[in-house]
């Protein structure tokens, strides 16, 4: 079971991002998916979260109207699409369903 994030970097306040993650080893289209978040020196926190037909999607009021997770069951693939970025949305930005993966770097500067 693996799950592996990609498309991070550094982005400008105001700017937009796309995270992807691919899912191994379990039968993905089971299963809701996950973005999370941990600033430096914080706790993690939740970002959004997707069913496993992609009919339904919830977010905290922190991202909501400027985060979209979407996922492809035919790729086996989620996606995190972050729009008017903030300073404090730096932080690591993981996928998860029943494990996390090894997380990538958002940094908003």
């Known amino acids: 079971v693996q799950l592996v994030e990609s498309g991070g970097g550094l982005v400008q306040p105001g700017g937009s991002l796309r995270l992807s993650c691919t899912a191994s080893g379990f039968t993905f289209n089971n299963y809701w998916m996950t973005w999370v978040r941990q600033p430096p020196g914080k706790e993690p926190e939740w970002v959004g979260s997707i069913s496993p037909d992609g009919s339904n999607s919830k977010y905290p009021a922190s991202v909501k109207d400027r985060f979209t997770v979407s996922r492809d069951n035919a790729d086996n693939a989620v996606y995190l699409q972050m729009n008017s970025l903030k300073p404090e949305d730096t932080a690591v930005y993981y996928c998860?369903?029943?494990?996390w993966g090894q997380g990538t770097q958002v940094t908003v500067s």
């Open positions: 998860a369903t029943a494990i």
